[in-house]
């Protein structure tokens, strides 16, 4: 099992994080291809739904995820088959887990005389917003036969405190 290591975030307001910048213009593609979708229909209403998913798969590829709770931790599972460790980046706020994977493929020998390919730059991007912040010190990440694992610790809960007014 591979070890991926976690940029934490511990307030996002602190500073801009770019991989949300680059999430909203892969998002602008999505937004395009749906369009490209709707326009090649002879913009026929009633499939901007299907359409977007269509795109969301084509444009960003969506790998299977589990989130799951267990004793004070969440636990998210993804798919990320043909991936290795120093291919994946996790981003760690304390509301949300982002996990970008990227390959892009060797050139082929010159003496290849390909006829066709599907393979090309591999993009995957995943944001998970948590029902509850976690501690993003507390967080880890594993890379183990094609299956991503995340352990993120939730923050306790916030108790409120009485505070005494003095009497002047």
């Given at each position: 099992?591979?070890?991926?290591?976690?940029?934490?975030?511990?307030?996002?307001?602190?500073?801009?994080?770019?991989?949300?910048?680059?999430?909203?213009?892969?998002?602008?593609?999505?937004?395009?291809?749906?369009?490209e979708f709707f326009d090649?229909?002879?913009?026929?209403?009633?499939?901007?739904?299907a359409d977007w998913i269509h795109a969301e798969h084509?444009?960003?590829g969506w790998p299977a995820?589990?989130?799951?709770?267990?004793?004070?931790?969440?636990k998210l599972e993804m798919t990320l088959p043909?991936?290795?460790?120093?291919q994946v980046e996790v981003t760690a706020t304390p509301t949300e887990i982002v996990v970008h994977a990227a390959i892009k493929p060797e050139t082929k020998a010159a003496e290849d005389h390909v006829l066709w390919t599907e393979f090309g730059p591999n993009d995957v991007y995943r944001q998970f917003r948590?029902?509850?912040?976690?501690?993003?010190?507390?967080?880890?990440?594993?890379?183990?036969n094609g299956l991503l694992k995340i352990i993120a610790t939730k923050m306790p809960p916030v108790t409120a405190k009485p505070i005494a007014i003095a009497n002047s």
């Open positions: 099992m591979a070890d991926i290591s976690i940029q934490r975030i511990k307030d996002a307001t602190d500073q801009p994080i770019p991989l949300f910048h680059e999430i909203e213009k892969r998002i602008g593609e999505v937004r395009q291809r749906a369009f090649k229909r002879g913009r026929e209403l009633g499939h901007d739904l084509e444009v960003l995820a589990e989130l799951a709770e267990k004793n004070g931790e969440y043909g991936f290795s460790a120093n948590l029902p509850q912040p976690i501690d993003v010190a507390k967080t880890s990440a594993a890379l183990d």
